[in-house]
């Protein structure tokens, strides 16, 4: 049972309607992910702000999808790791390369690179050597895009620490963890 009530955008107030009405219309629906951070207006302001700016970024969707579902597995997030399967599967991801992402591989030497670096961000909590930068660098990642992936890493913490902390109920069709955390 969600520890939060889902916020319901036909009653609520205009600042959280205005914004539950945009999440609305990019996803056909109101994901309950956002219906329990639109308890904060900020928060919700903050998150949906992250998504659009990181989705207009230089990361394509498909490595952030095989990013986020890594990070999902990682944290045991239940409910990421099947709107972000969903999202991946929109984005071109095939099932099996979404699958082997929850794992933190891939057959493509770049998109490996990149996972390896968002899980070792996340298992080291930010502490990573220079070795590791130079590692995306060596795999043609720039500067721009090794930032924009810490930023993808730091939204998807966020977004895992608000739906296992808030048991927000999956609203996608479930996908199987690999690993517990």
Known sequence: MNRVPLI???????????????IQRAFGTTPNMFRAVANSPAALQSMWGAFDALGN????????????????????????????????????????????????????????TALHFALKLVNARGAIDGAD???????????????????????????????????VPVDFPTVALLRAA
């Open 8 to 22: 319901d955008r036909h009653a609520t107030t205009p600042d959280r309607r205005q914004l539950l009405d945009t």
């Open 57 to 112: 970024g230089v990361i394509a969707p498909a490595l952030a999808e095989q990013i986020a579902v890594a990070i999902a597995d990682r944290n045991a997030c239940e409910y990421c790791l099947a709107a972000h399967t969903a999202l991946g599967r929109k984005a071109g991801v095939s099932s099996d390369a979404l699958r082997a992402a929850q794992a933190g591989i891939s057959p493509d030497p770049k998109t490996r």
């Open 133 to 167: 930068v130079q590692a995306m660098r060596d795999a043609d990642f720039n500067d721009e895009a090794i930032v924009e992936v810490m930023a993808h890493v730091a939204l998807n913490l966020f977004t895992n620490y608000i739906n296992v902390a808030l048991a």
